[in-house]
């Protein structure tokens, strides 16, 4: 139930509690005006001044030494050997074509034939998907 920055300065907790009473009575067809309110969920926007956000630059460094592994990508009976790029070694600039894996704590991208990667100035992976 949206609530104003009025309604609160004013501290009218009645006519709050009205309108509250009035949305649920709205949605679901009933209300009870003598049991109590529980909060369950609290939504705040704000808007404000910030300091503008800079974000960091990859010194541009084109390519990297891949380790190869055999993975399984297309066919789950027979694994391909694929180049496994370690996305700290990565610096802007960067072009990975697929099949391939960037590796990096918590996840791991992964290019199938087709798919080209390029590391953005500020770290973003870029990718064009062959297939799309």
Same mark, same amino acid.
């Given at each position: ?11 009218? *907790? +009645?006519?709050? *509690? ?8 709205? *949605?679901?067809a009933h209300h009870s005006p003598d049991e109590p309110v529980e909060m369950v969920n609290i939504r ?15 010194? @541009?460094? @084109? ?22 790029? +370690?996305?700290? +070694?990565?610096?802007?600039?960067? *072009? ?11 996840? @791991? ?18 990718i064009d998907v062959g297939g799309a």
């Amino acid at each position: 139930m949206p609530v104003t920055r009025d309604m609160i300065k004013r501290g009218d *907790r +009645q006519k709050i *509690r009205s309108a509250f009473d009035a949305l649920y009575e709205h *949605r679901y067809a009933h209300h009870s005006p003598d049991e109590p309110v529980e909060m369950v969920n609290i939504r705040l926007a704000a808007i404000g001044k910030r300091a503008k956000l800079t974000f960091p630059k990859l010194a @541009t460094k @084109t390519s990297a030494k891949p380790k190869r592994r055999d993975v399984y990508l297309d066919d789950s009976r027979k694994p391909a050997s694929c180049p496994i790029y +370690q996305r700290p +070694q990565l610096g802007a600039g960067a *072009r990975i074509a697929g099949p391939a894996l960037i590796e990096e704590h918590g996840t @791991t991208t992964v290019l199938f034939k087709g798919d080209v990667c390029r590391l953005a100035r500020s770290g973003e992976l870029l990718i064009d998907v062959g297939g799309a």
